[in-house]
Nanobody, 121 residues
Framework: QVQLVESGGGLVQAGGSLRLSCAAS????????MGWYRQGPGMQRELAAV???????NYSDSAKGRFTISRDNAKNTVYLQMNSLKPEDTAVYYC???????????????WGRGTQVTVSS
């Protein structure tokens, strides 16, 4: 089993910044992709940013130019630096990791419990 623990959410004024962290632990042989998704009030969960083990990155249109995703493979941790935050960024942010738990096993996706980000106007 794999656990993902997010931290770094909170309340910030529009234009401010936050840095989210997500650490994976448990039965981990390797981690393929790690990413951040968000779910605003009354909205479906959507991609914010994702990064592969090789460092390839994909951002949503709303995140481009303002958010930066990075990862520390040695620590099994992914980060999301969020700048120039807007009220519409208010959401629960969820960490996702696609994990190979053992050399012989396939890939399984895991989710964290989420961290609340609230941006006031």
């Amino acid at each position: 089993q794999v656990q993902l623990v997010e931290s770094g959410g909170g309340l910030v004024q529009a234009g401010g910044s936050l840095r989210l962290s997500c650490a994976a632990s448990g039965s981990i042989f390797s981690i393929n992709t790690m990413g951040w998704y968000r779910q605003g009030p009354g909205m479906q969960r959507e991609l914010a940013a994702v990064i592969t083990s090789g460092g390839s990155i994909n951002y949503s249109d709303s995140a481009k130019g303002r958010f930066t995703i990075s990862r520390d493979n040695a620590k099994n941790t992914v980060y999301l630096q969020m700048n120039s935050l807007k009220p519409e960024d208010t959401a629960v942010y969820y960490c996702n990791a696609v994990v190979q738990s053992y050399r012989w096993s396939g890939l399984t996706g895991y989710w964290g419990r989420g961290t609340q980000v609230t941006v006031s106007s």
